[in-house]
Structures are given as structure tokens and as C-alpha cells.
């Protein structure tokens, strides 16, 4: 789950401003942004109401089913159309990735509404924490299922630092060292011995900017498979 | 060349003072303290960004006090650089001269004086121990030769009295295997505690330095406690102090105490003067440790 949360409204406004729109048009999304309560429909009416009280009229509003996705948003684009043609510009409440797809999807100037955060575990309703990086070089076999990069404050993968006092964290005081908790459940499932320490971490593995195409992935396998039976025959 | 490698390895007690570079390119106050601390200590470290607030380099400023005859101890933190940069400077400090090494994890820049600055933390200070092993076998991060290696006398901290122990117990032994010859430990208040650490370590082959914090003043407990990672004045240590008449004269009684005590369970001291560096010479001579 992307967590978002709302952008400061007077930078909002102040970008509404600076393209010379008093037409907008609002975007939402029904999946991270509504769950996360920034930018589900009634966020979005919430926009409306302030945008219309500070003398900016909303020409239409959407919150269609994922923001991030290219077709879906397209559709939405076109459902639509007269709407946003009428505006002078699109407002998103959603994550940056929804915000690009609404901007591929129009040719009117697009603004953010809110901030991505993090990938988020949903804690319970309405709290949310983030357990994952995305990195692409996985550690929690080695970690018992922590991940320092993400829950240790400076990411280390070797730890505690020196910070560390009575098993709490330095820079985050109220919470537990990262590399504390996971040498005890290391112990506890008795596999803290004869442990090396984790070695750097290859970040050439985080795809910068992120691409997979499984179709081109699932096409040179299958060609290879051709290629071998083929070479049985 | 480490006068204070051969010395730790001859089995002699040494003593470790600090300096900070400054905020700025006036080196006079550094070179003050250099020539303070100088006479009474085997090797100075030099910090490198100290509290995540931005100072002059330390590689700069090792460099400095070499030229001064005094043998510095080049700090490097992990918290400003990446692997590439790490390494560059270390290659640096050899071709300058430097010997000493110090590596550090480095406070996270959410508590200096650039809240907004990026933490790097590419490595680990465990991991920037092993590339510096790696130096003096003569070889890169990549496995790669070096065209002349290094010979750093390899050093790390270490936290004797922050509990949980067994965590602190296997820091110290991984830090060994990563190469590390000597520790430089956070202040001791608790010799039992150091005694501990202390026998890990020469079991492993390293030496341990302790730490000794001149606690001049109340505002600097109040400081130490509120302000500073992975330390805590106890209460009857703060409470002399703070009763003292005088607490400045009452802190350096307390170091040299301390020190004395030291001699029996560590390799050496290092002292933290916190801004009173005159009275360094005083507390080493009175622990009988320099005449």
C-alpha cells in the first residue's frame, strides 16, 4: 500500500495559482489514497468545497479504481472529457505514480494534492508503517524477518551503532534498536552463531528508474524453449 | 609509522585526546589544542563532522596536526559518503600520511546543524573496517590490486556499558574479524562493565582505550544526557558535580580518579576534555600516568 499524505494547501494553492487556474478539475484513487484517507471520494469533495470557498470553480471531480494505472486512467480521462477540457487544470489526490499517469492521460497542466511517504503495512485501520524499501537485494533471510534498511533510522545493515542505550533507538527514542530485535529472534530461533556480518548492499539491484516486463520476459523464455526443443529434434 | 600501534602492541598505556576541526578555515583554536594536548597524548583523533554538524574535514585536519608533530587519529564516519568516496579518502589519508584510523558509524544527521541532509550510510562501520583491512592487503572493495597499499592501524568504538550485553559482546567480536586492532570506548563509569568488554577484546587480539568525559560543569551532564547518543551520567557521578564548589576543579578530581582506575583494566585512556583541554596535562601527570 502507497502512503500518502496531504500536501501543505497553501503550497496547493500556490501551484493552482502559478499555472493561472481558477477551473480545476480534481483526481482521486480508489485503492491507496482512499484506504489511506488523503484521497478517496470524500477527501476529494473536501478539496471541492475548498478550492469553490476560495473562489476556484471545480469543473468535475473522479475518483476512478487505481490512479496508478495507465488504461484505467485513460478511461477516466475520457468518462470525463467535457469536464476536463473545461478546466484549466487537474488536481490529483493521489501517490506521484497516480499524478504521472493522470498527466500522460491529459493534455491540462496536472498538480499534486499530496506527498508520497512510503510503502506502507497496514498496521490497523488508518495506521500504517513502512517495513519495506523496495531494494531489490532482499536481507530478511539473514534478519529473521526485520528489515534494518528500512527500520533502522540510518539504514544500517550491521548494528546497533553506538547510539543504541538500553536496547532502544537513538534517533527514534520510543522505539526498540532495529538490530536489537533482531538479534533476539535470531537467539530465540537459535541462529545467532557463527553469523558473518551482512555484507554491503548491492544498490545497482534497485532498479533506478524501476522497470519489469514480464510479457518480453515470458516471450525470450518461451523463444529459448523453442530454440532447445528444436535442437532435440 | 604509529607510535601509538607500538606502543599499545610494547604493552605500554597509552593516551588519547580529541580535537575537533573548526567551522571554518581559522586553525588557530585547533592548533591551540593541538599543542595543549599534544605533550601528554600518544595520538589525537581528529573528528569528522562530529554531532552531524559541519566542520572542516577531518583528513584536512589530521594532516595538520601531523605537520605539528602530533600523531593524529583520522576519524571516518559513514554517514557522509558512499563506498566510492569512503574509499577515495581513504587512499587519501595513506598518501598524507596518516596512519590511525577510526571508523564510525556517525550520528544521524537528523540531530546536527543540517537536519535536512541526506544520511548516506552506504557502509557500515563494520563494513569500513573490512575495507580497510582490505587496503592494507592491498586490495579494493572490488577485489581489485592496489597500486601501493596501505598499513592503517585499524580502529572502532565501542559502547561497554549500553546494555543489552551479549549485543554489545558480539559487536565487539565482529568488529575484530573486520579487522579492528583497537577500540576507543564511550565515557566508563562502570569499571565492571569495561572489565567485560575489555577481556573480549584481548581475547580476540585488540586493545581497548577507555573514555573519560571532563564533566565541567552541570550544564554539560544536563547536555551529555539530553543531547548525547549511547550515554548516560550516572546520578552520584552528576550529583558531585553538581554539588561541587567548584565543578570544574571537581571534574578534573574525578578524571584522574577515574584514570588511575583505568590503568588496572584498559590499554589507555582517552580523554574527552570537552573544551578543557588545559586540564589534560593535569589529569594525565596526576594519575601517574606521564611525568
Not at chain 1, 142 to 159: D, E, F, M, Q, S
Request: charged share 25%; glycine share 10%.
Amino acid at each position: 500500500m502507497i502512503i500518502t499524505r496531504p500536501r501543505d494547501w497553501d503550497r496547493v494553492r500556490a501551484q493552482i495559482a502559478d499555472l493561472g487556474a481558477t477551473r480545476v478539475f480534481i483526481m482521486g484513487c480508489g485503492e491507496c489514497a482512499t484506504v489511506a484517507n488523503t484521497g478517496g471520494e470524500k477527501e476529494v469533495l473536501e478539496a471541492k468545497a475548498r478550492l469553490e470557498a476560495e473562489g476556484v470553480v471545480v469543473t468535475g471531480w473522479s475518483v476512478g479504481e487505481v490512479a496508478c494505472h495507465s488504461g484505467g486512467q485513460r478511461l477516466e480521462a475520457r468518462k470525463h472529457a467535457g469536464e476536463l477540457e473545461a478546466a484549466d487544470a487537474v488536481l490529483v489526490l493521489a501517490c506521484g505514480a497516480g499524478v504521472q499517469t493522470m498527466a500522460d492521460a491529459t493534455s491540462k497542466p496536472v498538480t499534486p494534492g499530496l506527498e508520497s511517504v512510503f510503502l506502507g503495512n497496514v498496521v490497523r485501520h488508518g495506521v500504517f508503517e513502512e517495513r519495506c524499501q523496495m531494494c531489490g537485494d532482499c536481507v530478511l533471510d539473514r534478519t529473521a524477518g526485520i528489515c534494518p534498511v528500512t527500520t533502522c533510522p540510518k539504514g544500517l545493515l550491521n548494528g546497533p551503532c553506538g547510539g543504541m542505550w538500553n536496547g532502544m533507538c537513538e534517533v527514534l527514542t520510543d522505539r526498540e534498536c532495529t538490530h536489537v530485535a533482531i538479534r533476539r529472534r535470531l537467539a530465540e530461533q537459535h541462529r545467532d552463531k557463527g553469523t558473518e556480518p551482512l555484507p554491503p548492499k548491492d544498490y545497482s539491484k534497485k532498479l533506478k528508474p524501476g522497470r519489469v516486463d514480464t510479457r518480453a520476459e515470458r516471450s525470450a523464455h518461451n523463444a529459448a524453449a523453442r530454440t532447445k526443443a528444436g535442437e532435440g529434434a | 609509522m604509529s607510535r601509538l600501534r607500538d606502543r599499545l602492541e610494547a604493552g605500554e598505556f597509552v593516551v588519547t585526546g580529541e580535537l575537533a576541526p573548526p567551522l571554518g578555515t581559522d586553525l588557530t583554536p585547533m592548533r591551540v589544542a593541538a599543542e595543549t594536548l599534544g605533550p601528554v597524548c600518544d595520538a589525537i583523533n581528529v573528528t569528522d563532522n562530529q554531532g552531524a554538524s559541519l566542520h572542516l574535514s577531518s583528513l584536512a585536519a589530521s594532516r595538520v596536526v601531523l605537520d605539528m608533530g602530533v600523531e593524529p587519529i583520522f576519524q571516518q564516519t559513514c554517514r557522509d559518503r558512499n563506498r566510492l568516496a569512503l574509499q577515495s579518502d581513504l587512499l587519501a589519508a595513506w598518501t598524507l600520511g596518516l596512519t590511525n584510523l577510526l571508523v564510525v558509524t556517525g550520528d544521524d544527521p537528523r540531530g546536527g546543524d543540517h537536519p535536512e541532509a541526506k544520511g548516506v550510510f552506504d557502509l557500515d562501520s563494520t563494513q569500513l573496517a573490512q575495507v580497510a583491512r582490505g587496503f592494507n592487503e592491498g586490495h579494493d572493495m572490488k577485489g581489485r590490486d592496489l597500486k601501493g597499499a596501505t598499513d592503517f592501524f585499524i580502529g572502532a568504538a565501542m559502547f561497554p556499558e549500553a546494555e543489552p550485553w551479549d549485543v554489545q559482546r558480539a559487536r565487539i567480536e565482529e568488529k575484530i574479524a573486520a579487522g579492528v586492532r583497537f577500540f576507543q570506548t564511550q565515557a566508563i563509569f562502570d569499571i565492571d562493565k569495561l572489565a567485560r568488554a575489555t577481556e573480549v577484546a584481548h581475547a580476540n587480539g585488540a586493545k581497548v582505550i577507555a573514555g573519560i568525559l571532563v564533566l565541567r560543569s552541570p550544564r554539560v551532564i544536563t547536555f551529555i544526557n539530553e543531547r548525547l547518543a549511547g550515554l548516560m551520567v550516572p546520578d552520584h557521578i552528576a550529583d558531585r558535580i553538581r554539588a561541587a564548589a567548584d565543578p570544574g576543579e571537581e571534574a578534573v578530581k574525578l578524571a584522574t580518579e577515574q584514570a588511575e582506575q583505568l590503568r588496572d583494566v584498559a590499554d589507555g585512556i582517552h580523554v574527552m576534555a570537552l573544551g578543557l583541554d588545559t586540564a589534560v596535562p593535569r589529569i594525565v601527570r596526576d594519575a601517574g600516568i606521564r611525568v
